[in-house]
């Protein structure tokens, strides 16, 4: 083999290998998240998100800007504490059942 055939040959390894561990990386990361997800995560929880991220979202095509942190954290506590409210309300009429 030229050493041309070497350095294609240690070129294309070196390729394979770099892409088997970005791959290996990102799957480390989602099975991260997923136990996170598992561990701190509540259905309260990820339907205030739902409804504070469509609300941000909502917000900054009306506004035409980025919102401040202050406006992001009242739609944030205000989605969950409706929530909130929300699972308090069925949570007393199965008692009352």
């Given amino acids: 083999m030229t050493n041309y055939g070497y350095l294609f040959v240690g070129l294309v390894l070196g390729i394979a290998l770099s892409i088997y561990f970005y791959i290996n990386r990102e799957e480390?990361?989602?099975?991260?998240?997923?136990?996170?997800?598992?561990?701190?995560?509540?259905?309260?929880?990820?339907?205030?998100?739902?409804?504070?991220?469509?609300?941000?979202?909502?917000?900054?095509?009306?506004?035409?800007?980025?919102?401040?942190?202050?406006?992001?954290?009242?739609?944030?506590?205000?989605?969950l504490n409706r929530q909130k409210n929300i699972m308090d309300e069925k949570s007393n009429m199965n008692e009352n059942i």
């Fill in 28 to 79: 480390k990361i989602e099975k991260e998240i997923e136990l996170n997800k598992k561990i701190f995560s509540t259905k309260l929880l990820d339907s205030a998100l739902d409804k504070a991220v469509f609300k941000m979202k909502q917000s900054i095509s009306e506004k035409s800007r980025e919102l401040s942190e202050d406006e992001k954290n009242e739609i944030i506590f205000d989605c």
